[in-house]
């Protein structure tokens, strides 16, 4: 089995900074490209950053200069330093990861997500 456990949400105030984490465990041997994703309420999930196993960083453009990915290869962690949060920000962020890993039918390949974390941007 494979776990991602997001941590690092909580309530800031506008113009304020949060440090997202994410940690992968159980039987992956290959994290491909990992990511984080965030859904408001009544919105859909988007894409907010990914980073590749080589580092190569992508960013949604709402993100751009104010949001910074980063990922331990070594440790299977991943995070996501926020800053010059907006009201906008606000949303249920995820972890993801497309990962390669043994299971009792050899090895798969496949894309996970964790239960999320919060983050509020409010004064």
């Known amino acids: 089995q494979v776990q991602l456990v997001e941590s690092g949400g909580g309530l800031v105030q506008p113009g304020g900074s949060l440090r997202l984490s994410c940690v992968a465990s159980g039987s992956m041997f290959r994290i491909n490209v990992m990511g984080w994703y965030r859904q408001a309420p009544g919105k859909q999930r988007e894409l907010v950053a990914t980073?590749?196993?080589?580092?190569?960083?992508n960013y949604a453009d709402s993100v751009k200069g104010r949001f910074t990915i980063s990922r331990d290869n070594a440790k299977n962690t991943m995070s996501l330093q926020m800053n010059s949060l907006k009201p906008e920000d606000t949303a249920i962020y995820y972890c993801?990861?497309?990962?390669?890993?043994?299971?009792?039918?050899?090895?798969?390949?496949?894309?996970?997500w964790g239960q999320g974390t919060q983050v509020t941007v409010s004064s």
């Open positions: 980073i590749t196993s080589g580092g190569i960083e």
């Open positions: 993801n990861a497309d990962l390669s890993f043994h299971s009792n039918w050899g090895a798969r390949r496949g894309d996970f």
